[in-house]
């Protein structure tokens, strides 16, 4: 994420420095919500209470200031914390489950699915007790949980949309690069290669049809220039014959 602080950055708002208080005080939720790259560190440490964000001056997105207080507000709210933490990102690798069953999991998912899957189940990701309650698909990881849901049809049109124009835009950015840089840059994106060959081809055809028009353009010059050809011999033909009548 790119929610960063305001102005020059200092040992106190650094990212390392904030996911070493984060570890050494226990808020390991927190530092696994900025290693996922669900939360930005900076955002996790005024969940944690180490700072303050710089007042508002009317810039910047709307929209991300509306998403980043929905997550504050979720993260630091009526003191289910840990049970929102769970639901989003599953239980803890150290320490386990919060609930002590798995039917209290399940409720407490009843409980805070709408706030859970409004947050966190957008940009072709879902939070961890959507997989566990609302599918029967199998998680196939952070990193190709995007091309997966794509791939089966999960994503609303919007949000289709929203990830394919960044997939896009992945692409493009990889077409100068090298063939292996490009190939790891895509495979990084998690750019689903059915897209690929088709972005490939529509570049191919857009070479051919500019290639056939460019050709076309030539042809018609040339033709033009063969017309005038035969007047400008015959031309020099006729002064050359009048001068042998005149010699």
């Not at 900076?42 to 001056?57: C, D, H, I, N, S």
């Not at 200031?65 to 150290?94: C, I, M, N, V």
């Not at 699915?113 to 940009?123: A, I, K, N, S, T």
């Not at 028009?213 to 063969?226: D, L, R």
Request: net charge positive; aromatic share 8%.
């Amino acid at each position: 994420m790119t929610d960063e602080p305001l102005g020059p950055r200092s040992q106190g708002t650094s990212a390392t420095y904030i996911l070493g208080r984060l570890r050494n005080e226990g808020r390991f939720d927190l530092v696994d919500a900025v290693e996922s790259g669900r939360l930005s560190a900076f955002a996790a440490g005024e969940a944690a209470g180490y700072m303050k964000r710089p007042p508002v001056l009317g810039t910047g997105s709307p929209n991300q200031r509306r998403k980043r207080q929905h997550q504050l507000r979720a993260l630091a709210g009526d003191g289910t914390l840990s049970e929102l933490q769970e639901l989003w990102l599953g239980p803890h690798p150290t320490t386990g489950s919060v609930f002590s069953s798995p039917q209290d999991l399940r409720e407490a998912w009843e409980r805070h699915r709408d706030e859970v899957m409004r947050l966190w189940g957008q940009g072709g990701r879902r939070p961890m007790g959507w997989w566990q309650f609302d599918t029967e698909l199998k998680y196939p990881g952070y990193y190709r949980e995007r091309s997966f849901l794509w791939r089966h049809g999960i994503l609303g049109p919007e949000e289709k949309f929203e990830v394919e124009h960044e997939w896009r835009a992945d692409f493009e950015a990889a077409h100068r690069m090298g063939a292996r840089e490009r190939r790891e840059h895509l495979e990084h994106c998690d750019v689903p290669p059915e897209l690929i060959e088709r972005w490939i081809s529509e570049r191919r055809r857009r070479a051919r049809v500019q290639g056939a028009t460019s050709g076309a353009t030539s042809g018609v010059t040339s033709e033009k220039a063969q017309e005038k050809a035969p007047n400008v011999a015959s031309s020099v033909g006729g002064r050359g014959e009048k001068n042998l009548r005149v010699e």
